[in-house]
C-alpha cells in the first residue's frame, strides 16, 4: 500500500487521478484494464497467489472505481485458502464427502478479512455506479460475480450451504437478466449454464420441488452456455474450462476432459495440479500405464525444482503415488514411493502413520504379511486419527485384500 503525506498534495493527486482515469472507467472491459489485469490471471493460474494478490490490490488503487480488482483479490485470497488445504484437487473435490466433511484447517482471522474487505469494496463500487445508471450492464454483471463469490466461499469454505443457496440465487439471476438483455455478454453465460447443469441434476425429490418454485434446469443447455463462455468469454474463458472440465468428468466425457487439461497446462505450464489432473482422468479412463507415465513425470519435475512444481507437498504427494501404483499393480514401484516417503524428516507423526498404514497394504497385497504387521503396529505407535487407528487394528486381525 502506498502512504501518501500531507492533505493538499493527497488531494491534488486524487483529482488529477479522477480527470485522467473517469473516461477509461466509462467501459469495465477497455482494452487498457484488461491488458494491465491479464498478467494477474496469469499468475493466479501458475499458482503464484502473493504475486497475483499484490498486482490485483496494486490495480485497485489505480482503477479507484474499477470493481474487478478488488473482486479478483478476494478471489484469489479464496483460491490461496483451497490451495493450502489440498481442496483444488480434482480426486477430492470430486468425492461424494467434499461438501459435508469439514477441513481440519481454520482459516486465519487475517485471511479471512482480506477476503471480505476486498469483496466489499468490489460491491461497493458496482453499487456506485449503479447508483448513476441503473441500466450498466457490466456493473451488474460484477456485481453477480461478487455474488457468486461469495457463494463459492460459502460451500467450500465456510460449509453453509444456506449462505451458498441464496448468493448462487443472487449471482444466476442477475446474470441470466444480464443475457436475456444482451446475448452478446459471453461472460454471464458461465453463471447461467452452471446453474443449468446442477438444477437438471438434483435428485429426484429436490428437483420437483424447484420446478415447483419456477426452476428448471438443462444440461444440455447448461454446457452450451458453457462452451459459449469458454469460447468468448472476456474475463472467465479459462474458469470456465476448469468447470468443463470437471463437469465433464462427472458425466464420463473423459477424452473432453483430458484435453482441456492438457490444454490448460499447455498455457500454464508452472501449474502442477493441471498435470496431475491429466493423470487422474487417465485412471478414469482405465489408461493406468499412461497415466503412471505422467504421475512420474510430475514426479521427475518436483525433484528437479521445477518453478511451481517444488511447491508440491512431497509427503502427501508421495503416499498419494504409491497408493495409485498399488491400484495399478506395479507393487515395487508403489513401495519405492512408500519408502521415499518414509525416509523424509521433519515429518508429522499423522502423516507418517498414513504412510507406514499404505505401507502395510502393499505388503499384504504382496504376500509379505510378516512385513505388513510390522508397519500396522507403526501406526498404531504414531496415529492419533481414529480412523487410521481402526484401519490398522482391522488389518492386523486379518489381511488387506484391496
Not at 469460447?231 to 476448469?242: I, L, M, R
Not at 490448460?264 to 497415466?291: C, S
Amino acid at each position: 500500500m502506498v502512504f501518501r503525506s500531507g492533505i493538499f498534495l493527497s488531494t491534488l493527486i486524487c483529482s488529477f487521478l479522477q480527470v485522467i482515469a473517469a473516461p477509461e472507467e466509462k467501459s469495465l472491459r477497455s482494452s487498457e484494464f484488461l491488458r494491465q489485469v491479464e498478467p494477474g490471471f496469469r499468475r493466479l493460474y501458475e499458482l503464484e497467489y502473493e504475486a497475483a494478490l499484490d498486482l490485483f490490490e496494486r490495480l485497485s488503487e489505480e482503477w479507484p472505481e474499477h470493481p474487478g480488482p478488488p473482486l479478483y483479490a478476494a478471489s484469489t485470497v479464496w483460491l490461496r485458502e483451497m490451495y493450502v488445504r489440498s481442496d483444488l484437487d480434482l480426486d477430492k473435490f470430486l468425492s461424494p464427502s467434499y461438501f459435508t466433511q469439514k477441513s481440519g484447517r481454520k482459516m486465519t482471522e487475517e485471511d479471512r478479512r482480506c477476503f471480505k474487505k476486498h469483496l466489499d469494496e468490489a460491491d461497493a463500487r458496482c453499487k456506485r455506479r449503479l447508483s448513476v445508471d441503473p441500466d450498466d450492464l457490466e456493473a451488474r454483471y460484477f456485481q453477480g460475480a461478487v455474488a457468486g463469490i461469495r457463494a463459492a466461499f460459502a460451500i467450500t469454505v465456510e460449509r453453509d450451504v444456506g449462505d451458498a443457496i441464496k448468493y448462487g440465487k443472487r449471482a444466476y439471476q442477475t446474470h441470466l437478466e444480464l443475457v436475456e438483455e444482451d446475448p452478446t455478454f459471453y461472460d454471464a453465460y458461465m453463471t447461467v449454464g452452471l446453474y443449468e447443469y446442477i438444477v437438471d441434476n438434483l435428485p429426484w425429490y429436490i428437483k420437483w420441488l424447484a420446478i415447483l418454485a419456477g426452476y428448471q434446469g438443462s444440461k444440455e443447455r447448461g454446457f452450451e452456455y458453457l462452451r459459449l463462455a469458454g469460447e468468448q468469454g472476456v474475463y472467465v474463458a479459462d474458469d470456465t474450462k476448469v468447470i468443463q472440465m470437471v463437469l465433464f468428468v462427472r458425466e464420463k466425457r473423459y477424452r473432453d476432459a483430458l484435453r482441456i487439461a492438457r490444454e490448460l497446462h499447455q498455457r500454464y505450464p508452472g501449474n502442477w495440479l493441471l498435470h496431475v489432473n491429466q493423470a487422474q482422468i487417465l485412471e478414469r479412463m482405465r489408461e493406468t500405464e499412461q497415466a503412471a507415465r505422467v504421475y512420474r513425470q510430475v514426479l521427475e519435475l518436483q525433484r528437479q525444482g521445477r518453478p511451481h512444481y517444488d511447491d508440491i507437498p512431497l509427503l502427501p504427494f508421495l503416499t498419494q503415488l504409491g497408493r495409485k501404483f498399488r491400484t495399478f499393480g506395479d507393487f515395487e514401484t508403489a513401495q519405492s514411493f512408500l519408502h521415499a516417503a518414509l525416509s523424509a524428516s521433519d515429518v508429522d507423526p499423522n502423516e507418517r502413520a498414513e504412510v507406514h498404514l499404505e505401507t502395510a497394504k502393499t505388503f499384504d497385497l504382496q504376500g509379505m504379511r510378516e512385513a505388513a504387521l510390522d508397519h500396522y503396529r507403526q501406526v498404531l505407535e504414531l496415529a492419533r486419527e481414529k480412523d487410521l487407528r481402526r484401519e490398522a487394528e482391522r488389518y492386523l486381525k486379518s489381511p488387506y485384500t484391496g
